[in-house]
């Protein structure tokens, strides 16, 4: 049990474009998700905490307007993140809450 | 807010001999640390947590002990395999339900056949 997912696992697009995570539970509710940035051999750093049908709360020094985060329902929240840069390129990961915090498997963002 | 240390940042050991990762933390209130396994290209997988009201926890060949009055944890890996062989994360939580973590810098353990 406490399965999450992410999709999609890789991706690599040009400077300016947007490109949407999605993060799923897929065999509980999580009232809570969370999203991590990772960069190369760093610890995993908090971007912004989501609950259900309410906005994201962000971390300091993370642009709310460049990291969109929408949390529609229990099993699903996603990470857009708008008009790319190739300092953006780095490991997102999610987790997803209703006790414990599960991890999914990561998304590796190239910005060309 | 909550800060965590970890150490040390990377620990080499032979095959069959044991490994310990240490943490500390700031905040007293904290009350639930996990310990996370990470794998190259892969995110964190829950390996052993502990609550304050526990000393030490064990499962198998993994163990992880708590002081609270020094504020500090630590994991222990017994009888170490190749496929040990990972970055180990800690953190620390002041609340169990939703939970916000502070995790450590993080441990990469190589384990020599």
């Known amino acids: 049990g406490a399965v999450v997912s992410q999709h999609p696992s890789r991706v690599i697009c040009k400077s300016g474009t947007s490109v949407k995570i999605e993060c799923r539970s897929l065999?509980?509710?999580?009232?809570?998700m969370f999203w991590y940035r990772q960069f190369p051999k760093q610890s995993l750093m908090l971007m912004a905490t989501s609950n259900e049908g309410s906005k994201a709360t962000y971390e300091q020094g993370v642009e709310k307007d460049k990291f969109l985060i929408n949390h529609a329902s229990l099993t699903l929240s996603t990470l857009t993140v708008t008009s790319a840069h190739p300092e953006d390129s780095s490991f997102y990961i999610c987790s997803a809450s209703s006790n414990e915090q599960f991890f999914g498997p990561g998304t590796r963002l190239t910005v060309l | 807010g909550e800060n965590v240390e970890q150490h040390p940042s990377t620990l080499s050991v032979q095959e069959g001999d044991s490994a310990v990762i240490k943490c500390t933390y700031s905040?007293?209130?904290?009350?639930?640390f996990p310990w996370y396994k990470q794998e190259l290209g892969k995110g964190p997988q829950l390996i052993i947590d502990?609550?304050?009201?526990?000393g030490e926890k064990k499962d198998q060949r993994i163990a992880v002990t708590l002081n609270k009055t020094a504020k500090h944890f630590s994991l222990h890996i017994t009888e170490t395999q190749p496929e040990d062989s990972a970055v180990y994360f800690c953190a620390a939580s002041t609340r169990i339900t939703g939970n916000m973590l502070t995790f450590g810098g993080g441990t990469r353990l190589m384990v020599k056949p």
């Open positions: 065999d509980f509710q999580a009232t809570t």
């Open positions: 905040d007293s209130a904290s009350n639930y």
């Open positions: 502990i609550r304050s009201n526990v």
